[in-house]
C-alpha cells in the first residue's frame, strides 16, 4: 500500500507544501488560488487530489507535504465516504498535526445534521482540526485560505516555538457527549 | 431516464463508524498551555436526577477549554427542550383510521398534496373557541383585502372559514387534537345559489410529539407543530399572519431532508406485503452540468425482497433503525452503478413516491392511503418539531 509519508524528504527553505484532496474537485481550485495570492512571506505550493493514494509516477517529484486538507461538502454522501476510503492512504504520522478536515454547506437547510455529527466524530477520533467553509462567496473562501495557512506555516514549521502536534491539541474537533445520540435515553 | 429492475441479489454493505470517546481536559495552570487528557468510554447511562449537576461541572469545564480551543459547537444545554433525533421506528401497522377517525374527515386529509411548514408553539389557543377564530379569521381577510394589501381585488366576493377539529388522529393524551381550517368563498360570476368552493385548506396537527418537550411546555401554550396548507399562497400568507397575531407564534418552512426521504421509501416499501405499493419511485438530482436528474423506479416486489433482507439481521420485529434504511438506499445505489457507472450518493435524493404516497424534498406530501396516516404524521411532527427553533 503506497502511504503517504511526512517525514520521508527534506523540507524546502522557506517553503510549505499543502495538498488538498476533494472529491467533486470545484473548491479546491478557488481555494488554490486564493491561498497562494494571500501568503507573501512564505512560497506556498498547493497541490490539487482528488483522492489519495496519489499517482505513482510523481513520486519522485512531489515534494513533502506539510498539510492535507480533505474538503467534504456535506450535500452528497459520496464526498464523505471518498474522503474516509483516502484516509487509509496516510501514514500515521500525518494524524499529528498535519491532516484538516474542511467541510462546506454545514448551514444548508436540506443537508440532514447526521452527517455533520459523523463528520465531526471522524475528525474527533483522529483529533484533527474541523474547519467550515462558505465555498460560495469570495470573503468565504477567502477566510478559509487564512485560516488554513495559519495552520500550514505550523505545520511547516516556520513558526518559532510551535509545531503541528502542540498547535493540533488547541484546534482538534471535540464531540461533547450530548451530541452522541443514544447516551440520553 | 428509467430503469426497470427485474430481480437482483442482496448485497450487503457495511458503513465505517467512528469510534465513541469522551475526552475531558484537565487544565492545570493556563499559563502553561498544558494539558492532561484523561479517556472515559461513555457507555453507561447519565441518570436523570444527576444529570442537573453533571451539567455545571460540564459547563464550567467548557468555559476553562473553551479560552484555549479554538473549534467546539455549542450545544443546547437545556435539559427540558433538546430533541433528539430518532435513530429507530416502530415498524408501521395498517390500522383501520376510519375507527378512529371520521371517514369524511379522513377524506379531506388524503389524496391531496400539502405543503408542510412548522409553527412553533401558540398561545392561549383553545379548541373550545373555533368559532370565534372563524369569525376573527374571516374579518381579518376580509379587512386585508379592502387595504388592497393581498389578494386580487374582484375575483371572490367574500370569505367564509371554517375552523373544525378533527377527532382521533393524536395518539398520545399529550397530543392536543387536530384543527382543520377551511375557506370557501364564492365566485364573482357563479350562479346565485351555487354553494360556496373550498379555495384554500390547511390543517394543524401534533402526533405521537416527545413527550418530554411536550411535558415541558408551560400551561397556556398548545403545540401542534406540523401545519398542512393546500391552496393559493396569498391565502397561506393570510392565515400565517393572522395566526401570528393572535397566537404569537411564528412560522416557517418545513423541508424534508434526504435522510426522512429514505425513511419513508423504507417505511412504505416495508407494507407492501399488506397492501401492494405497486412501484417505488426515487427522484435523485445530480450535480453535473447541467444538472442531470435520475428517475430510479423499482419493481415493488424486489424493492420488498431488498428490504426484507436488510430486515432479517435486526432481531426485533417492531422497531426498524437507521441502518436497514441506509442498507436499503445503498443497495438500490449500488445496483444503480453496477449497471450505469453513475454513483447516486453523490446526488440529493428530491423525491420518493409510491402508490401509498408521495413525499418531495422542498416540503410537499401526498398521502393516497387512509392506513398508515399516523406513522407518517409522526415522522412529519418529529421533522416539525426538530426543525423548529427551540
Partial sequence: ?185 | MMLYLTTFPYQDSSCIMGKREVQIHFLTLPVLFFSVMEERKSTEETPRNNALAQRRSKSYRQSMRSCVEATHLTYTSGLLTALRIPRSRKAPKSCDITKQVDPDQVALLVKKEWQLSYVTPLYQFRHTQLKSYSKQLSAFMVSEKQQGLAIEVGQELGFKVNFSVVLGLAETDKDAETVFIQILSKQVFSAKDAAPKVVWSGWLTCVNGDLDYLRSLPLEFVSLPLFCTRGPESLTVLVKTWFEKTFDCCFGPLGINSTNLQWLASLWTGCHPTINIQYLKLVWTLPTLPPMDVTYTVHPQDAWELWDSMRQVDTTEDSISIDEVTGFIKGLQSHFFRHFRIDLSAGSLMQISTALGSSHHSGKIKIASPNYIPTILQLLTECALLKMPI
Fill in chain 1, 1 to 185: 500500500m503506497s502511504l503517504l509519508k511526512p517525514f520521508s524528504k527534506l523540507p524546502g527553505l522557506n517553503t510549505a507544501n499543502i495538498l488538498l484532496v476533494e472529491n467533486e474537485e470545484q473548491f479546491q481550485q478557488k481555494l488554490a488560488d486564493t491561498v497562494v495570492l494571500q501568503e507573501k512571506t512564505v512560497n506556498v505550493n498547493v497541490r490539487l487530489a482528488r483522492s489519495l493514494p496519489l499517482p505513482m509516477e510523481n513520486e519522485e517529484s512531489r515534494p513533502r507535504i506539510d498539510l492535507v486538507v480533505f474538503i467534504i461538502h456535506l450535500t452528497s454522501e459520496l464526498s464523505f465516504q471518498s474522503a474516509e476510503t483516502s484516509l487509509k492512504y496516510l501514514d500515521p504520522g500525518y494524524f499529528q498535526g498535519k491532516v484538516c478536515f474542511l467541510v462546506t454547506s454545514a448551514r444548508n437547510v436540506s443537508v440532514p445534521p447526521e452527517r455533520l455529527v459523523s463528520v465531526r466524530k471522524l475528525a474527533a477520533s483522529l483529533h484533527c482540526p474541523l474547519l467550515c467553509a462558505e465555498d460560495q462567496t469570495t470573503e468565504g473562501v477567502t477566510t478559509a485560505a487564512h485560516r488554513l495557512l495559519a495552520i500550514l506555516k505550523v505545520a511547516a514549521g516556520l513558526v518559532p516555538m510551535a509545531t503541528g502536534l502542540y498547535l493540533s491539541t488547541l484546534t482538534r474537533c471535540t464531540v461533547p457527549s450530548d451530541i452522541d445520540q443514544q447516551n440520553f435515553e
